[in-house]
């Protein structure tokens, strides 16, 4: 059996050169709109780097790989370089994009930052709070999240703070990758009341009765002892740490914390607003 012919060369993909590759895109899995969105956003802003992850092209021009990064030149219109792999065996399709992608708790790994998983969980709330809100849809992609680490130094002090003294109780109530995000967001506002209000939603000593962190964090461990199913999902449990901050910021007292009413159709409405600092 003749051997096929390899040929490999770095070429500069434009829009119109990915539009005419995409038309030899004839097997490929079904693309995902997301992710073709969050490439672009990385090649329009700069972030995209040639890494020599190949477009790859069997032996009869059938694009084996490389369909979303061929979108997302189209979407973002940005022309970018890409490695281009040419003569592959058609028959190699299959073991083609198997692998598990590197993610940004990976990066930081390799990079040695501690806490590296609860590092990327924080910046990747961060970044959806500055872009569409925690209960928008979108995601960051690997490069944002770095960006985020390196453009905001006050998330891994906010991590370490939030890490600091004895944590067995608060670990176990509240995750630290949002309770990091929370404290460096607060700090914006009142420095001072936010550390606080960790302080207090890590040990509980000082608090009043009406106290808002006190009624929190007893609300908190209640959630975090509840079986069958009955403890509050993961937009619930923010939306009482967001209420609590804010009656606390602003010298409030509370006997109790109260999600919102039902919607029309039984279930509940969180709103931008119910995040806000």
């Not at 040639?50 to 490389?66: Q, R």
């Not at 399709?93 to 390799?110: L, Q």
């Amino acid at each position: 059996m003749r051997k096929p012919i390899i040929t490999t060369a770095i070429e500069t993909v434009t829009p119109r050169r990915a539009e005419a590759y995409l038309r030899a895109n004839k097997q490929n899995r079904t693309p995902r709109s997301s992710y073709v969105a969050s490439l672009a956003r990385d090649m329009a802003t700069g972030r995209w780097r040639f890494n020599g992850e190949p477009l790859i092209f069997s032996a009869d021009g059938t694009l084996m790989d490389g369909q979303h990064r061929l979108m997302a030149v189209l979407e973002s219109n940005t022309p970018v370089q890409l490695l281009v792999v040419r003569g592959v065996a058609p028959d190699a399709f299959a073991s083609i994009d198997c692998g598990r992608s590197r993610t940004a708790g990976d990066v930081f790994k390799i990079e040695g930052v501690k806490n590296y998983s609860t590092v990327a969980a924080a910046a990747h709330l961060l970044w959806r709070h500055r872009n569409g809100g925690l209960s928008g849809a979108m995601t960051p992609t690997t490069a944002e999240r770095v960006d985020i680490k390196t453009s905001d130094p006050g998330l891994l002090d906010a991590l370490d703070y939030v890490l600091s003294g004895d944590t067995r109780v608060f670990r176990r109530i509240i995750p630290p990758s949002f309770m990091a995000f929370f404290l460096y967001c607060a700090r914006e506002v009142d420095s001072h009341k936010a550390d606080l209000f960790v302080d207090g939603l890590k040990t509980g000593d000082g608090l009043t009765k009406r106290s808002p962190v006190k009624v929190l964090r007893e609300r908190l461990i209640e959630n975090s002892s509840q079986i069958n199913g009955k403890s509050l999902g993961v937009t619930p449990q923010r939306y009482l740490v967001f209420a609590a901050w804010r009656g606390f910021r602003d010298g409030r007292q509370m006997i109790k914390l109260q999600l919102p009413k039902r919607g029309t159709e039984g279930g509940k409405v969180f709103r931008a607003e119910h995040f806000e600092f």
